[in-house]
């Protein structure tokens, strides 16, 4: 199973991209689902993450209030609304699902998905 992160891409400071994963062949719904990214030298960080039952979220401080994540049950879908965008943001971002309802982000999950570049341009 393939998790498929797609709609990267180039975008100036201040702007906004929405990121989505989706697993055809996947119940997406009953998983966890978490965005992390990865910039040039730097360790992968978890960006936020969505419980797979109530929704219960979790957002890195540097990007709360500017980031949302959210699920479209009935395609099986997750975004990433990224708003107000820092050039600090720029790296490759990775979807992953894991089958822990709770999933906090410390452990390998379950899936992960293709990565995809985001540029923020000062």
């Known amino acids: 199973v393939q998790l498929q992160g797609v709609w990267g891409g180039l975008v100036q400071a201040g702007g906004s991209l929405r990121l989505s994963c989706a697993a055809p062949?996947?119940?997406?719904?009953?998983?966890?689902i978490g965005w992390f990214r990865q910039a040039p030298g730097k360790e992968r960080e978890g960006v936020s993450r969505i419980s797979a039952r109530d929704g219960t979220t979790y957002y890195l401080d540097s990007v709360k209030g500017r980031f949302a994540i959210s699920r479209d049950n009935a395609k099986h879908t997750v975004y990433l609304q990224m708003n107000s965008l820092k050039p600090e943001d720029t790296a490759v971002y990775y979807c992953?699902?894991?089958?822990?309802?709770?999933?906090?982000?410390?452990?390998?999950?379950?899936?992960w998905g293709q990565g995809t570049q985001v540029t923020v341009s000062s």
């Open positions: 992953a699902a894991d089958q822990h309802p709770y999933y906090d982000g410390t452990s390998s999950p379950t899936y």
């Open positions: 062949g996947l119940t997406l719904n009953h998983y966890a």
